[in-house]
């Protein structure tokens, strides 16, 4: 029972925010994206960034397309993920990146656009 507790409580945390879709990711305004980059011939998408919140401790991402915007939402947890204190990011999604048009980091309730097709790049700090 004991190893039952410890696993879950290693888990839960860990991986469970996944299964309540963008419920529990963290708040984009205090993520920065540093480098975004689109390989039109491999259909992958990668994101590298940081967050500005205190005791950062980066635990994954999730995605989900609608329509041609993709929707991206980053989970940091500031209690649970004490064996990798870094909230540095670098996820890669592979999706048909012919289809995308704007991609969106989103939390909870709120979203930041981090790119838009025929607009400019992103800036390094945004």
Avoid at 29 to 44: G, M, P, Q, R
Wanted: aromatic share 12%; charged share 20%; proline share 5%.
């Amino acid at each position: 029972m004991l190893f039952i507790a410890s696993t879950a409580s290693y888990f839960v945390p860990r991986y469970g925010w996944r299964l309540f879709g963008f419920m529990y990711c963290s708040d984009p305004s205090t993520i920065f994206v540093e480098n975004l980059k689109i390989d039109y011939d491999n259909d992958l998408i990668k994101i590298t960034g940081n967050t500005s919140a205190s005791m950062p401790a980066y635990a994954g991402a999730i995605h989900k397309l609608s329509g041609t915007t993709l929707y991206v939402g980053l989970k940091y947890n500031s209690l649970l993920s004490f064996s990798r204190r870094d909230g540095r990011f670098d996820v890669h999604i592979l999706i048909e990146t012919q289809s995308i048009e704007k991609i969106i980091l989103k939390g909870n309730q709120t979203e930041k656009t981090i790119y838009e097709k025929g607009g400019p790049a992103p800036e390094p700090d945004e």
